[in-house]
């Protein structure tokens, strides 16, 4: 078994399974448009969490990409948000959810693959 699939107490998730349940929640609060926002909350604090435990493991990168996901498409969300006073937000808005999307997509296939999402868009 490779370093964080073996759970601390032998009965909580391994590290991957974690990974596995954070993209799923940010997923879930992501596409629900807000109306489970709370997961989209929980999938960041338990990647704050679980930060330091993954120091060292593959997962440390995904839990990187999780954390930075989720500050630059509140970024960006807000300033979408001041643009639609003089109406381009909307489609600036738009642009962020998709990137979001993409990046949450990307990520936890390159999860399903063994590989840390690589660095970039």
């Known amino acids: 078994m490779a370093q964080g699939d073996i759970p601390e107490d032998g009965g909580g998730l391994t590290l991957r399974q974690l990974i596995h349940l954070i993209y799923a929640l940010f997923a879930v609060g992501l596409l629900s448009g807000g109306f489970f926002g709370v997961a989209t909350i929980a999938a960041l604090v338990l990647a704050y969490l679980k ?12 839990i990187d990409w999780i954390i930075r996901t989720f500050w630059w498409g509140l970024l960006w969300l807000a300033l979408s948000a ?12 738009l642009v962020a959810i998709v990137w979001m999307v993409y990046r949450i997509a ?3 296939l390159a999860h399903f693959s063994g590989e840390t999402p690589l660095p970039g868009f």
């Open 51 to 62: 930060r330091a435990d993954a120091i060292g493991t593959v997962y440390a990168g995904h």
């Open 82 to 93: 001041v643009a639609t006073l003089v109406f381009i937000g909307w489609a600036t808005g």
């Open 106 to 108: 990307r990520g936890w």
